[in-house]
């Protein structure tokens, strides 16, 4: 079985300070990490994906990869109210998956004005 | 990125009817359709896999006769759920794979159906 787990949160940082989400999974042959944005009675929206071990930057968002921890992050700066999302980790299945993705549970983030 | 409608946004049924959910992929060609169903505060569920040419690959504990998917050129896929009950009122989302080795998802904008 493999699984994506994350802390559920719900997180809560104050406008303007780095909001750390964190995400492990389970299937060591995983190659590429996604992170995705939900906002609440919407459909996902793709932030950024990362496949390499290290740091990823767009914008105010960076991913981070660990694969020997089977890890990965996504870290917010300059958080903003706007920012305010359940962000779905997901992970894409390892030979023979047909591509799937397993999807954590997500974490709430809030941003506090 | 690439963009993914879905039609209709939401639809109110009766039990035992049908509804036909259809998901396209505006600007690229999906060789690979996914459907996900997502009940409230929970993460999305995977139920099939949707091949363009080629019969669908439901995930477990998912009833190939009860949703039925048709992915019948490569920018369409096509969910019917058959006979709906309440407990099929859920939000469905389908995606499309762009082609090449990371594999991104673009998620379609979701179908809210309730079933009454």
């Known amino acids: 079985q493999k699984e994506v787990e994350q802390n559920s949160g719900p997180l809560s940082v104050p406008e303007g300070a780095i909001a750390s989400l964190n995400c492990t999974y389970s299937?060591?042959?995983?190659?590429?990490f996604f992170w995705y944005r939900q906002y609440s009675g919407k459909s996902p929206e793709l932030i950024m994906f990362?496949?390499?071990?290290g740091d990823k930057e767009d914008g105010r968002f960076t991913a981070q990869l660990n694969k020997a921890s089977q890890y990965v992050s996504l870290l917010i700066r300059d958080s903003q109210p706007s920012d305010s999302a359940t962000y779905l980790c997901?992970?894409?299945?390892?030979?023979?998956?047909?591509?799937?993705?397993?999807f954590g549970k997500g974490t709430l983030l809030t941003v506090n004005p | 990125g690439a963009v993914v409608s879905q039609h209709p946004s939401w639809v109110i049924c009766k039990s035992g009817t049908s509804v036909k959910i259809e998901c396209r992929s505006l600007?690229?060609?999906?060789?690979?359709m996914f459907w996900y169903r997502q009940f409230p505060k929970q993460s999305l569920m995977l139920m099939a896999t949707?091949?363009?040419?080629?019969?669908?690959?439901?995930e477990q504990g998912v009833e190939k006769d009860k949703f039925l998917i048709n992915h019948a050129s490569l920018t369409l896929s096509t969910l019917t759920v058959t006979s709906a009950h309440p407990e099929d009122s859920s939000f469905y989302i389908c995606?499309?794979?762009?082609?090449?080795?990371?594999?991104?998802?673009?998620f379609g904008p979701g179908t809210r159906l309730t079933v009454l």
């Open positions: 995606s499309a794979r762009v082609g090449g080795p990371v594999a991104e998802q673009f």
């Open positions: 299937d060591r042959g995983s190659q590429s």
């Open positions: 990362i496949y390499s071990n």
């Open positions: 997901a992970v894409l299945g390892s030979g023979g998956s047909n591509y799937k993705l397993t």
């Open positions: 600007d690229f060609q999906a060789t690979t």
């Open positions: 949707s091949n363009e040419g080629s019969k669908a690959t439901y």
